[in-house]
């Protein structure tokens, strides 16, 4: 059972650069979360995703991009990265469910130079 | 108003002593109450969840939830110092989003 799985789990950007960090669970699960964590700190939600073609802005959405075509699957977009999006990306999933956990990829180091 | 609020520590509490961490959330509409561990250069793990107001005990671990209050705490017992890490704590309003504060670092003395 792989869970959630997240690639890649290390990448280097130059300024300006966009890329999509890809994010699939085999859970079957219909919530889907993005964040991000800058050393030191908690997680900051970016996104989110209540199921396939239903998304919603979190604390902090600006500078990327999401989609959810399908229930497995949800990309996030960086178009013309900042250094101030250096930082661990975590993507999660979860159950529609009062006290169900969510569950967390390995998470991607990405940074901008 | 930080949705999440804890503080960053560290606390350090020595080996066999119980730790207790703390936090508040602002929205009232929230449902649910996570308790996470994160050790260094790892994926956040769930420890416990509360919904309902009162105590919940699994283990070493017991969550309190005070709905009034708006507040929610983790008490760990006979603390030993594979404990130590940071602990999120997590809310999720009516709709599931799921909110973290910045996490409380707890060190555990031999």
């Known amino acids: 059972n792989a869970g959630v799985t997240q690639t890649p789990k290390f990448r280097i950007l130059k300024i300006g650069q966009s890329m999509t960090l890809q994010c699939t669970q085999d859970?079957?699960?219909?919530?889907m979360y993005w964040y991000r964590q800058d050393p030191g700190m908690g997680l900051k939600l970016i996104y989110y995703?209540?199921?396939?073609?239903?998304?919603d802005k979190g604390e902090v959405p600006n500078g990327y991009n999401v989609s959810r075509s399908t229930t497995e699957d949800f990309p996030l977009r960086l178009e013309l990265a900042a250094p101030s999006q250096t930082s661990v990306y975590f993507c999660?999933?979860?159950?529609?469910?009062?006290?169900?956990?969510?569950?967390f990829g390995q998470g991607t180091r990405l940074t901008v130079v | 108003q930080k949705e999440v609020e804890q503080n960053s520590g560290p606390l350090s509490v020595p080996e066999g002593a119980i730790a207790s961490l703390n936090c508040t959330y602002s929205?009232?509409?929230?449902?649910?109450f996570f308790w996470y561990r994160q050790y260094s250069g790892k994926s956040p793990e769930l420890i416990m969840f509360?919904?309902?107001?009162g105590d919940k005990e699994d283990g070493r671990f017991t969550a309190q939830l005070n709905k009034a209050s708006q507040y929610v705490s983790l008490l760990i017992r006979d603390s030993q110092p594979s404990d130590s890490a940071t602990y999120l704590c997590?809310?999720?309003?009516?709709?599931?989003?799921?909110?973290f504060g910045s996490g409380t670092r707890l060190l555990v003395r031999p």
């Open positions: 509360i919904y309902s107001n």
């Open positions: 997590a809310v999720a309003d009516s709709s599931y989003k799921l909110i």
């Open positions: 929205d009232r509409g929230s449902q649910s």
């Open positions: 999660a999933s979860s159950l529609h469910d009062r006290g169900t956990e969510a569950f």
């Open positions: 859970m079957n699960h219909n919530y």
């Open positions: 995703s209540v199921g396939a073609g239903i998304t």
